[in-house]
């Protein structure tokens, strides 16, 4: 069965600070990884994709991906409190159809 | 508007009746998802249509729920008989279609499904 697990949290950073949320996943299949950030009463949005190894950079976000270790980690560079919500860590291999963590509570705070 | 849109946004219903929810997808999207998400929880696959493709029904809880996607479009999703577990919110996702990139899922804003 194809799982990927985050830690529910929350985690709590101090404004500013680097927050990192880990993810791991059991297909060795999935070539495809996605974070979404869900606030509050508010659908998934796509923040990050990547499919090679290493890490991808978009502005205070960056991706990492060891495939070896099958294992995706996602840093919030600078956080603010407006980065506070649900983040959420998604897999998918040749089915198309991606599987979803639980996802994790992140929580800056001022 | 160029995203995923969704109707109704809020559904009551009375346990027993049948509702309808619509997804329109992103123009060019061949691929259409359904999920549900019951609060606190995580997204619930239920649904995958590719282009003209058979759908993917794998994670339909129930031969209660149903859906069609007509012209490969504007997507319908049944519920028969609702019972109050099937009070969530009901989420379509969109995406490109096959290919490492074709899984970046754009998400609609959702319909709350609640069951009295």
């Known amino acids: 069965q194809k799982e990927v697990e985050q830690n529910s949290g929350p985690l709590s950073v101090p404004e500013g600070a680097i927050a990192s949320l880990n993810c791991t996943y059991s297909?060795?299949?999935?070539?495809?990884f996605f974070w979404y950030r869900q606030y509050s009463g508010k659908s998934p949005e796509l923040i990050m994709f990547i499919y090679s190894n290493g890490d991808k950079e978009d502005g205070r976000f960056t991706a990492q991906l060891n495939k070896a270790s099958q294992y995706v980690s996602l840093l919030i560079r600078d956080s603010q409190p407006s980065d506070s919500a649900t983040y959420l860590c998604a897999g998918s291999g040749g089915s198309y159809i991606p599987t979803f963590g639980r996802g994790t509570s992140l929580i800056v705070h001022p | 508007g160029a995203g995923v849109s969704q109707s109704p946004s809020n559904k009551v219903t009375e346990k027993g009746k049948d509702v309808e929810l619509r997804c329109d997808p992103i123009s060019g999207h061949t691929a259409l998802y359904w999920y549900r998400q019951s609060l606190g929880q995580g997204l619930e696959f239920l649904i995958y249509?590719?282009?003209?493709?058979?759908?993917?029904k794998s994670g339909l809880p129930s031969d209660r729920f149903s859906a069609e996607r007509t012209g490969g479009s504007v997507s319908t999703l049944t519920i028969q008989r609702t019972q109050q577990e099937d009070s969530a919110v009901y989420l379509c996702?969109?995406?490109?279609?096959?290919?490492?990139?074709?899984?970046?899922?754009?998400f609609g804003p959702g319909t709350r499904l609640t069951v009295t």
């Open positions: 996702a969109s995406s490109l279609g096959p290919g490492l990139a074709g899984v970046e899922q754009y």
């Open positions: 297909d060795r299949g999935s070539q495809s």
């Open positions: 249509f590719q282009g003209n493709s058979a759908p993917d």
